[in-house]
């Protein structure tokens, strides 16, 4: 657990734009043996939630959350000695934000999750082209494609994506997931087979450990 006076700490270092107050507070909970979700949804997560609503509530700016996410970013390799130390499986996976997705550390933290979990995992970034996914996908191989969505007016670029990988892959699953899909209904997604979405972290580690049991919809 993360108190919230260790929270709030952090919260004022990000804003403040201290790196290195906040990579303290890092790397005292990585020595206290926190584990990879805890400190990526109660520390990274919910702190870039709360500067996103201080940004729309016009009480940061726009500069002041790019940095805060460039920030973050730069802290997450912090805990790659809790990632990289895993025995990996064999198993591949593709992981990208779709076109015109700029808010990458969502995926990043899927690509994590998936390393933790013994995966390798090839981490494309913001603003795929399809073009460039399909690419990856035929040099690579993957058993599992992961897909970003953070803006629900984007959601073309999402079907786009995912019907130009159906025409080679005709059943590679495929897990997405955003703040998009927060806005959007549940059955956004049920026109699409070996489609999942996947809500959360939580929701991607239950997700890996029944993998291969259920993969048709």
Not at 41 to 61: M, T
Not at 135 to 163: G, M, V
Request: charged share 20%; aromatic share 10%.
């Amino acid at each position: 657990m993360i108190s919230e006076s260790l929270y709030q700490e952090y919260l004022s270092f990000l804003l403040k734009g201290n790196k290195s107050g906040c990579a303290r507070i890092v790397d005292g909970l990585i020595a206290d043996n926190i584990d990879l979700e805890t400190l990526y949804l109660s520390l990274f997560k919910r702190s870039l939630y709360e500067i996103g609503d201080l940004w729309v509530a016009n009480k940061v700016s726009v500069a002041t959350e790019h940095l805060c996410t460039a920030i973050t970013e730069a802290l997450m390799t912090q805990a790659y000695p809790l990632i990289f130390r895993q025995v990996h499986t064999g198993k591949k996976a593709v992981v990208a934000c779709v076109a015109n997705e700029y808010h990458q550390i969502g995926g990043k933290m899927v690509a994590d999750v998936l390393e933790l979990y013994g995966w390798d995992t090839y981490f494309l970034g913001s603003n795929v082209p399809v073009e460039g996914l399909i690419a990856t996908i035929q040099e690579r191989h993957p058993q599992l494609l992961c897909l970003s969505l953070s803006i629900s007016s984007n959601f073309n670029s999402l079907d786009k994506t995912i019907k130009l990988v159906r025409i080679k892959w005709a059943e590679l699953p495929i897990f997405v997931g955003g703040k998009a899909f927060e806005f959007m209904p549940p059955t956004v997604l049920d026109a699409y087979s070996h489609v999942k979405l996947v809500n959360s972290l939580p929701d991607l580690k239950f997700q890996l450990l029944t993998f291969g049991d259920d993969r048709a919809r």
